[in-house]
C-alpha cells in the first residue's frame, strides 16, 4: 500500500493571506500547505479521499493520472470545492461516472454544489458524472477492505478510515479533521502499521483536535509510525517536529507513506 499526503493544512492554507509571520514566510517547503487530502494505492486501485481546492495542482505535483474511487470525508469546503476537478478522472476512464462514497451529509452536500454532475455518464466528454453512494460500515473490494466511522467535528460527524491491503495485510488510518477519537474508533485503529491524525494547532479548537489531543490519540493507538495533518500557519515543521515523542512525526505536502 501507498499513500500520498497530497495536502496537510487547513481551510486558509499556509502561507495565509496576508500574513507574514515566520512559518508563512518560510523557505522551508514543509511549511507550505495545501488544503488537506489523500491518495491511497490499495494492491493496485486507486482510491483519492477529499478534494481540497487545489487537487489539480496536487495531482500533477504527485503524478496522479488515474482514480478509480473518491471518498469524502465530510462536506466542508475545504474537503469538497475541488471536486468538479475529478472530471479530467472521468475522461481518463472512458467516460464513466466516478463512485463517490460518504455519509448522508456529505452526499447532500454533493448534490447542492454539483446537480450538474449527478448521472451515470458525462453530459459531454470533459465534465464530470458522481455516482454518489452512502459509504457502508465495511466496503469489502477485491483489493482490500476500507472500514468506516463517525468522528465528531463542530455539528457534524466526519468519516474515519481504515484501509487494510489484501495481499499484505497492512492496515492504514486516516482520521482527519475531529475533535476527538471515540473509543470505537481507537479500538478500530488498533493494529495499524501507520496512523494520520489531525491536530491543528497547539492550542485548544471548538471542532479539531490540538497537536498535544493527537499526540494522546497517537500513544492510544500505539502505531509504530503516526503523523500529524491539517496543521495551520503556527506550527513551524522542523521546529516543532523536534519537540514531538517518537514515533509521531508532522506530516507535509507530498509526502508518501509506503507499507
Known amino acids: 500500500m501507498e499513500v500520498t499526503l497530497l495536502g496537510t493544512g487547513t481551510s486558509q492554507g499556509v502561507p495565509m493571506i496576508g500574513c507574514a509571520c515566520a512559518v508563512c514566510a518560510s523557505p522551508d517547503p514543509r511549511n507550505k500547505r495545501t488544503r488537506t487530502s489523500i491518495h491511497v494505492v490499495m494492491d493496485g486501485l486507486h482510491i483519492q479521499v477529499d478534494a481540497a481546492p ?9 503524478g496522479i493520472a488515474q482514480l478509480d474511487l473518491f471518498i469524502l470525508t465530510h462536506g466542508h469546503s475545504d474537503h469538497i470545492v475541488g471536486m468538479d476537478d475529478l ?8 467516460g464513466r461516472a466516478l463512485t463517490v462514497y460518504s455519509t448522508d451529509h456529505g452526499l447532500s452536500r ?19 458524472a458522481f455516482n454518489l453512494i452512502e459509504m457502508p460500515i465495511e466496503l469489502d473490494l ?3 477492505t476500507i472500514q468506516s466511522t463517525l468522528l465528531p467535528h463542530g455539528g457534524l460527524n466526519t468519516l474515519g478510515l ?12 486516516y482520521y482527519t479533521d475531529c475533535k476527538r477519537i471515540p473509543r470505537d474508533a481507537i479500538t478500530l485503529a488498533r493494529g495499524a502499521d501507520a496512523v494520520v491524525l489531525d491536530g491543528l494547532r497547539p492550542e485548544p479548537h ?4 490540538s497537536i498535544n489531543e493527537a499526540i494522546a490519540a497517537a500513544q492510544e493507538i500505539r ?3 503516526s503523523w500529524i495533518t491539517h496543521l495551520t500557519h503556527l506550527t513551524d515543521h522542523e521546529t516543532f517536529e523536534s519537540t514531538l515523542p517518537k514515533p509521531i512525526k508532522l506530516a507535509y505536502d507530498g509526502m508518501k507513506i509506503v507499507l
Open 54 to 62: 487545489e487537487l489539480r495542482l496536487q495531482c500533477l505535483a504527485a
Open 87 to 94: 472530471r479530467r478522472f472521468c475522461d481518463l476512464a472512458g
Open 110 to 128: 454533493i448534490l447542492a454544489i454539483y446537480p450538474y454532475a449527478i448521472m451515470d455518464r458525462p453530459v459531454v466528454r470533459g465534465y464530470p
Open 142 to 144: 477485491p483489493q482490500g
Open 162 to 173: 481504515i484501509f487494510t491491503e489484501r495481499s499484505t495485510q497492512k492496515k492504514f488510518v
Open 206 to 209: 471548538p471542532s479539531h483536535m
Open 223 to 225: 502505531a509504530p509510525r
